[in-house]
């Protein structure tokens, strides 16, 4: 009888630790790409883990154009995940967000691995004519995603863009849901090739 109760206890958890390991097994690959074509300027962002084990937070970010040049892009080694944006502006890459500046330049959205909180928006500003970064800006804010695969959401704004980020969580309340992560618009600019950010309603 105990030899029972044994094999069904070893059953169950194996039934509930199959949907994480599969989960954790596609979303964090240790090496992914995301393409990118801006006015017929085709690239990829590599994104690899040296230790092939991504949860160690080690993913070095790498630009190779078309011809194969390589620019490792200085931003903090970290998990970075795959999200895409929904969007009224076009987005000219997949897996990632990426809009057409001007002057040859683009701005590159990165959701960084953030646990066991929301994932990170990081942001880089990069001309595509001298292959050069011009500026980069992490931890902007939270990215709310209930079931971390939830797109950015991104709308065109004047002279910039605005998105979704959690601005407050809601402390002393009778739960730890998400529904004390309160969202608000975060307002994204470039100015004197500086990426810019504050909240919407401080936007004169």
Known sequence: MGEIVNSRVILIILILSFPFSAFGNDHFP????ASCNCDGVAFDLSFSSPSGDPMEDDMIVKFI?????????????????????????????????GFKL??????????????????????VLIDLKKLKVIDIKEDIGPIKDVGRRERMAIRK???????????????????????NSIED????????????????????
């Open 102 to 123: 001007k002057n040859d330049r683009i701005l590159l959205w990165l959701s960084r691995n953030d646990r066991p909180r929301w994932d990170q928006l990081s942001l």
């Open 185 to 204: 618009w975060m307002y994204i600019q470039t100015i004197n090739n500086k990426i810019m950010n504050r909240w919407s309603n401080n936007v004169q």
């Open 65 to 97: 154009s078309s011809n194969g040049t390589e620019l490792t892009i200085p931003i903090k080694p970290a998990l970075y995940s795959k999200r895409s944006v929904v969007s009224d502006e076009e987005n000219v890459c997949d897996s990632i967000g």
């Open 30 to 33: 240790p090496k992914w790409k």
């Open 157 to 179: 704004k004047g002279d910039g863009y605005e998105i979704r980020l959690e601005r407050e969580w809601l402390n002393n309340t009778d739960t730890d849901s998400p529904e």
